[in-house]
Antibody, heavy 118, light 113 residues
Framework: EVLLVESGGGLVKPGGSLRLSCVASGFTFSNKWMSWVRQAPGKGLEWVGRIKSKAAGGITDYAAPVKGRFTISRDDSESTLYLDMNSLKSEDTAVYYC?????????WGQGTLVTVSS | DIVMTQSPDSLAVSLGERATINCKSSQSVLYSSNNKNYLAWYQQRPGQPPRLLIQWASTRESGVPDRFSGSGSETDFTLTISSLQTEDVAVYYCQHYYGGPPWTFGQGTKVEI
Protein backbone atom coordinates (compact mmCIF):
# COMPACT_ATOMS: atom_id res chain seq x y z
CA GLU A 1 0.00 0.00 0.00
CA VAL A 2 1.35 3.41 -0.97
CA LEU A 3 1.68 5.72 2.01
CA LEU A 4 2.86 9.33 2.07
CA VAL A 5 3.16 11.09 5.41
CA GLU A 6 3.92 14.80 5.55
CA SER A 7 5.25 16.59 8.62
CA GLY A 8 6.93 19.82 9.63
CA GLY A 9 4.04 22.24 9.31
CA GLY A 10 3.29 24.87 11.90
CA LEU A 11 3.08 28.56 12.67
CA VAL A 12 5.85 30.77 11.31
CA LYS A 13 6.28 34.53 11.12
CA PRO A 14 6.40 36.36 7.79
CA GLY A 15 9.93 36.24 6.42
CA GLY A 16 10.63 33.02 8.28
CA SER A 17 11.61 29.58 7.09
CA LEU A 18 10.25 26.07 7.42
CA ARG A 19 11.16 22.60 6.16
CA LEU A 20 8.47 20.10 5.30
CA SER A 21 9.12 16.38 4.98
CA CYS A 22 7.21 13.62 3.24
CA VAL A 23 8.10 10.04 4.14
CA ALA A 24 7.09 7.50 1.53
CA SER A 25 6.49 3.75 1.75
CA GLY A 26 4.85 1.00 -0.26
CA PHE A 27 6.70 1.70 -3.50
CA THR A 28 10.21 2.23 -4.85
CA PHE A 29 10.66 5.89 -3.93
CA SER A 30 13.83 6.39 -5.93
CA ASN A 31 12.02 5.64 -9.20
CA LYS A 32 9.23 8.16 -8.64
CA TRP A 33 8.92 11.78 -9.63
CA MET A 34 7.36 13.68 -6.74
CA SER A 35 5.34 16.87 -6.46
CA TRP A 36 4.18 19.29 -3.79
CA VAL A 37 0.70 20.79 -4.06
CA ARG A 38 -0.83 23.30 -1.67
CA GLN A 39 -4.34 24.37 -0.76
CA ALA A 40 -5.03 27.66 0.99
CA PRO A 41 -7.89 27.54 3.52
CA GLY A 42 -11.19 27.22 1.69
CA LYS A 43 -9.48 27.50 -1.71
CA GLY A 44 -8.54 25.25 -4.60
CA LEU A 45 -5.42 23.25 -5.42
CA GLU A 46 -2.17 24.92 -6.48
CA TRP A 47 0.83 22.97 -7.78
CA VAL A 48 4.00 24.13 -6.02
CA GLY A 49 6.77 22.18 -7.68
CA ARG A 50 8.26 18.80 -8.43
CA ILE A 51 11.48 16.82 -8.49
CA LYS A 52 12.27 14.15 -11.01
CA SER A 53 13.93 10.89 -10.09
CA LYS A 54 17.73 10.85 -10.01
CA ALA A 55 17.64 8.60 -13.07
CA ALA A 56 15.88 11.44 -14.86
CA GLY A 57 18.44 13.94 -13.64
CA GLY A 58 16.79 14.96 -10.36
CA ILE A 59 15.59 18.13 -12.08
CA THR A 60 13.32 20.47 -10.16
CA ASP A 61 10.55 22.72 -11.46
CA TYR A 62 8.66 25.36 -9.51
CA ALA A 63 5.52 27.43 -9.78
CA ALA A 64 6.16 31.12 -10.36
CA PRO A 65 4.89 32.29 -6.92
CA VAL A 66 7.46 30.18 -5.06
CA LYS A 67 10.42 30.15 -7.46
CA GLY A 68 13.55 31.41 -5.74
CA ARG A 69 12.04 31.00 -2.27
CA PHE A 70 11.20 27.26 -2.12
CA THR A 71 13.53 24.33 -2.76
CA ILE A 72 12.53 20.71 -3.30
CA SER A 73 14.99 17.92 -2.58
CA ARG A 74 14.92 14.20 -1.96
CA ASP A 75 16.81 11.60 0.04
CA ASP A 76 16.24 8.29 -1.71
CA SER A 77 18.09 6.36 1.03
CA GLU A 78 15.43 7.56 3.50
CA SER A 79 12.51 7.57 1.01
CA THR A 80 11.91 11.15 1.99
CA LEU A 81 10.93 14.23 0.03
CA TYR A 82 11.61 17.71 1.35
CA LEU A 83 10.28 21.21 0.78
CA ASP A 84 12.43 24.02 2.14
CA MET A 85 10.48 27.24 2.33
CA ASN A 86 12.18 30.60 2.87
CA SER A 87 11.00 34.22 2.92
CA LEU A 88 7.54 33.01 3.79
CA LYS A 89 4.56 35.26 3.13
CA SER A 90 1.03 35.26 4.47
CA GLU A 91 -0.17 34.00 1.07
CA ASP A 92 1.88 30.82 1.59
CA THR A 93 -0.56 29.78 4.33
CA ALA A 94 -1.97 26.46 3.17
CA VAL A 95 -2.13 22.73 3.63
CA TYR A 96 0.84 21.27 1.77
CA TYR A 97 0.46 17.86 0.15
CA CYS A 98 3.12 15.66 -1.35
CA UNK A 99 2.08 13.45 -4.25
CA UNK A 100 3.59 10.88 -6.57
CA UNK A 101 3.72 12.01 -10.16
CA UNK A 102 3.11 9.27 -12.70
CA UNK A 103 1.16 11.35 -15.22
CA UNK A 104 -0.78 12.66 -13.36
CA UNK A 105 -0.63 12.91 -9.54
CA UNK A 106 -1.71 9.46 -8.49
CA UNK A 107 -1.11 9.14 -4.74
CA TRP A 108 -1.40 11.94 -2.16
CA GLY A 109 -0.49 12.32 1.48
CA GLN A 110 -2.84 13.70 4.13
CA GLY A 111 -1.11 17.08 4.13
CA THR A 112 0.51 19.35 6.71
CA LEU A 113 -0.73 22.83 7.58
CA VAL A 114 1.59 25.82 7.31
CA THR A 115 0.38 29.09 8.80
CA VAL A 116 2.34 32.26 8.13
CA SER A 117 1.28 34.96 10.55
CA SER A 118 2.78 37.46 12.98
CA ASP B 1 0.52 28.59 -18.72
CA ILE B 2 -2.59 26.55 -19.49
CA VAL B 3 -5.66 27.90 -17.72
CA MET B 4 -8.28 25.38 -16.63
CA THR B 5 -11.84 26.65 -16.15
CA GLN B 6 -14.59 24.55 -14.62
CA SER B 7 -18.34 25.05 -14.68
CA PRO B 8 -20.44 25.29 -12.70
CA ASP B 9 -18.74 26.33 -9.45
CA SER B 10 -21.31 24.30 -7.53
CA LEU B 11 -24.33 22.14 -8.16
CA ALA B 12 -26.97 20.39 -6.12
CA VAL B 13 -28.20 17.05 -7.38
CA SER B 14 -30.80 14.69 -5.96
CA LEU B 15 -29.74 11.21 -4.88
CA GLY B 16 -29.73 8.90 -7.86
CA GLU B 17 -29.69 11.74 -10.37
CA ARG B 18 -26.95 12.69 -12.83
CA ALA B 19 -24.26 15.27 -12.12
CA THR B 20 -22.29 16.83 -14.95
CA ILE B 21 -19.16 18.95 -14.51
CA ASN B 22 -17.40 20.72 -17.35
CA CYS B 23 -13.75 21.65 -17.72
CA LYS B 24 -12.23 23.81 -20.43
CA SER B 25 -8.53 24.27 -21.08
CA SER B 26 -7.08 27.43 -22.65
CA GLN B 27 -5.20 25.30 -25.18
CA SER B 28 -5.46 21.75 -26.44
CA VAL B 29 -4.13 19.05 -24.11
CA LEU B 30 -4.32 16.39 -26.83
CA TYR B 31 -0.91 15.02 -27.77
CA SER B 32 -1.20 14.12 -31.44
CA SER B 33 1.61 11.53 -31.46
CA ASN B 34 -0.26 9.17 -29.12
CA ASN B 35 -3.80 10.61 -29.42
CA LYS B 36 -4.04 10.98 -25.64
CA ASN B 37 -5.61 13.84 -23.74
CA TYR B 38 -3.44 14.83 -20.77
CA LEU B 39 -6.35 15.58 -18.48
CA ALA B 40 -7.18 14.21 -15.03
CA TRP B 41 -10.09 14.47 -12.60
CA TYR B 42 -9.79 14.41 -8.82
CA GLN B 43 -12.30 14.08 -6.02
CA GLN B 44 -11.75 15.80 -2.68
CA ARG B 45 -14.15 14.85 0.07
CA PRO B 46 -14.44 17.16 3.09
CA GLY B 47 -11.34 17.01 5.26
CA GLN B 48 -9.58 14.59 2.91
CA PRO B 49 -6.74 14.90 0.39
CA PRO B 50 -7.56 14.77 -3.31
CA ARG B 51 -8.02 11.35 -4.88
CA LEU B 52 -7.30 10.62 -8.52
CA LEU B 53 -10.47 9.42 -10.23
CA ILE B 54 -9.73 9.59 -13.96
CA GLN B 55 -6.65 10.04 -16.11
CA TRP B 56 -6.21 10.43 -19.87
CA ALA B 57 -9.60 12.18 -19.79
CA SER B 58 -11.59 8.94 -19.65
CA THR B 59 -9.63 6.13 -17.92
CA ARG B 60 -11.02 5.35 -14.48
CA GLU B 61 -8.56 4.47 -11.74
CA SER B 62 -8.78 1.07 -10.09
CA GLY B 63 -11.51 1.04 -7.47
CA VAL B 64 -13.41 4.02 -8.86
CA PRO B 65 -17.11 3.15 -9.28
CA ASP B 66 -18.32 2.94 -12.86
CA ARG B 67 -20.92 5.63 -12.23
CA PHE B 68 -18.01 8.04 -12.75
CA SER B 69 -17.09 8.65 -16.38
CA GLY B 70 -14.94 11.15 -18.20
CA SER B 71 -15.23 12.35 -21.76
CA GLY B 72 -14.06 15.04 -24.11
CA SER B 73 -11.02 15.93 -26.15
CA GLU B 74 -8.63 18.78 -26.94
CA THR B 75 -10.03 21.65 -24.87
CA ASP B 76 -13.45 20.54 -23.62
CA PHE B 77 -13.99 17.82 -21.06
CA THR B 78 -16.79 16.47 -18.90
CA LEU B 79 -16.99 14.45 -15.69
CA THR B 80 -20.31 12.69 -15.26
CA ILE B 81 -21.64 10.97 -12.16
CA SER B 82 -24.48 8.90 -13.53
CA SER B 83 -26.35 8.25 -10.28
CA LEU B 84 -25.27 10.42 -7.37
CA GLN B 85 -24.63 8.72 -4.04
CA THR B 86 -24.15 10.34 -0.63
CA GLU B 87 -20.43 9.48 -0.67
CA ASP B 88 -20.02 11.50 -3.87
CA VAL B 89 -20.51 14.79 -2.02
CA ALA B 90 -17.16 16.44 -2.65
CA VAL B 91 -15.28 19.05 -4.63
CA TYR B 92 -14.11 17.88 -8.04
CA TYR B 93 -11.07 19.29 -9.85
CA CYS B 94 -9.75 18.87 -13.35
CA GLN B 95 -6.00 19.18 -14.00
CA HIS B 96 -3.85 19.15 -17.12
CA TYR B 97 -0.50 17.39 -17.33
CA TYR B 98 0.28 18.30 -20.92
CA GLY B 99 3.81 19.25 -21.93
CA GLY B 100 5.79 20.46 -18.96
CA PRO B 101 4.82 22.13 -15.71
CA PRO B 102 3.31 24.19 -14.27
CA TRP B 103 0.45 21.77 -13.78
CA THR B 104 -2.73 23.73 -13.30
CA PHE B 105 -6.07 22.83 -11.81
CA GLY B 106 -9.56 24.08 -12.41
CA GLN B 107 -11.04 26.13 -9.59
CA GLY B 108 -13.14 23.19 -8.41
CA THR B 109 -16.81 22.25 -8.55
CA LYS B 110 -18.65 21.55 -5.32
CA VAL B 111 -21.25 18.79 -5.61
CA GLU B 112 -23.98 18.69 -2.98
CA ILE B 113 -27.21 16.82 -2.47
Amino acid sequence: EVLLVESGGGLVKPGGSLRLSCVASGFTFSNKWMSWVRQAPGKGLEWVGRIKSKAAGGITDYAAPVKGRFTISRDDSESTLYLDMNSLKSEDTAVYYCATESNPLDYWGQGTLVTVSS
Amino acid sequence: DIVMTQSPDSLAVSLGERATINCKSSQSVLYSSNNKNYLAWYQQRPGQPPRLLIQWASTRESGVPDRFSGSGSETDFTLTISSLQTEDVAVYYCQHYYGGPPWTFGQGTKVEI
